[in-house]
Structure formats: structure tokens, C-alpha cells
């Protein structure tokens, strides 16, 4: 697993991670960065380990086949929106006219031909990346609807603590609890890297060669796997293999001799 990188000139820690060789194309670059906003060593290993499981949850989403979700999941999906928008406010909500206005723009969203998607598109997709899952378009959709009725909810909630109104939202209790849909592990077609390497371990130590020889290799096994974001032989193409090899010795500074 990755580790927090520190900025040499700021001291601040960042995380960052390579994308899978095949989702570089959906992604359009091949790391994904992103400022952890500490200089804490121990505090960024903790945010580091957020980042990194939303990282691998967008990989599994951009992977996933797309499925129909229905209502009740919708709804708590969106209350996401909901509780952040009153977390992040819950002492110092600003002044009303601010409120008037996000409700008055919220409604014109509303209204206006693909003002749904321009308002909460990026929000949605951020929502559906943090569970790993794809939907289809119908689903997406409702989910829309569902972030724009909750972060109006909040809003309104907002302008009555601005009016000096705190008292608790009785239909916060709307929301169900998200239940994440256990799915079963696809299984992989044709064979892993790792069923190959403990097949070749096995034929290695009983011809009673050095047992130094499979830890090395593990380590590369494992290393290629973390760079390729999967295992499937199948997928693997000579391509993959030049550029994580560029990867080694280009970013991770290894001679060539040290590659294999």
C-alpha cells in the first residue's frame, strides 16, 4: 500500500497514486494527487488512509457494471448531502439573506432544463464514487432529484438556525441508514498472478532452490499488482509491463538491474 508523500519545500504531506493501467484511459492521467493538508506525519498517515479508500472505491465505481437502485437506497444516499451541508454549519450558519438566496437559486436549478445536472452532477457522482458503484441513467436520474429535495431540506434548516431558530430537524428522520448492496467478488476467467506464483513457488522449493528468491519476487508480484489496480492475467498486456517499468525506474528511481 502507498504512503504519504511529503513536499520537500512545503513540508506538507500529500497522497498520491497511480492510476490503474486500465482506467488511465477514463481517468486522462496517470496519478491522481491530492494535499493531505497536514505536516504531521502521524496525522497524515491517518487522512491518508481516507484518501487512499476513496481512491480505491472511485477505481472499483469506474469498474463496476452499472445497476438499478431502488428508492429507498436513493434516498440514503442523498442524505449525504443533507447532514454534511448541517455538520459543516451546525455553530455559525451565516446571515439569512444568504439562505433566501440559496433557496431562490435552488428552485431556478429546479426548473431550468438540465439545471439538476449543473447544480448537484459533480456532487452525485462524488456520492457514487465514495461507494464504488455505477448506475444506470434512470437511477442516476432519481438520485439527482434526491440530492437537490435534501440539500433544500438542509437549506431551509440553515436559514431557520441564520433566524436563530436551532431547534432539530424532525424530518431528518426521513433518511433511511445506507445498507451497501453485498455483492459477491467477480471471479476472475482465466489465471491470477498470484495462483502463477505460488505455482512456480511450489516447483522452486521442491527443487530446493533459495527460499530468498520467492520473498524477492512476491515483492515485485505484489508491486505489480498494486500498479496494474488488478491481477487478471487475461488483461495483461506487454504495454502494461513497459510502463510500469518506466514507472520503476523513472519515478521510483530503481537502476535497471534492480527492476527484475
Known sequence: MPTPVKDKKSGIYYVRVRVPADLKGFVGRAEVSKSLRTRDPADAKERFAAEYAKIQKR?????????????????????????????????????????????ELSQQAEAAEGGLEKWYGDATDEILAEEGIAVDEPTRTRLLREVHRSWTQAASQQLKRAEGDFTPDPQAMRFPEWEPTAT?????????????????????????????????????????????????????????????????????????????
Not at 60 to 76: G, M, N, T, Y
Not at 81 to 100: A, C, D, Q, S, T
Open 59 to 103: 477505481w472499483a465505481s469506474l469498474r463496476a457494471k452499472p445497476e438499478s437502485l431502488p428508492l429507498k437506497k436513493i434516498v440514503a444516499l442523498s442524505a449525504r448531502v443533507y447532514f454534511r451541508l448541517m455538520e459543516v454549519l451546525e455553530n455559525e450558519p451565516g446571515e439569512p439573506e444568504i439562505w433566501h438566496r440559496v433557496l
Open 184 to 260: 459477491p467478488k467477480a471471479a476472475t476467467e482465466g489465471p491470477t498472478l498470484t495462483s502463477l506464483f505460488e505455482r512456480w513457488k511450489k516447483d522452486h522449493l521442491s527443487n530446493g532452490k533459495a527460499a530468498a528468491t520467492v520473498d524477492d519476487f512476491a515483492q515485485k508480484k505484489d508491486a505489480l499488482v498494486a500498479y496494474l489496480g488488478h491481477e487478471d492475467v487475461t488483461r495483461i498486456k506487454p504495454k502494461d509491463i513497459a510502463d510500469w517499468c518506466d514507472y520503476l525506474r523513472d519515478e521510483k528511481g530503481l537502476k535497471p538491474p534492480e527492476v527484475f
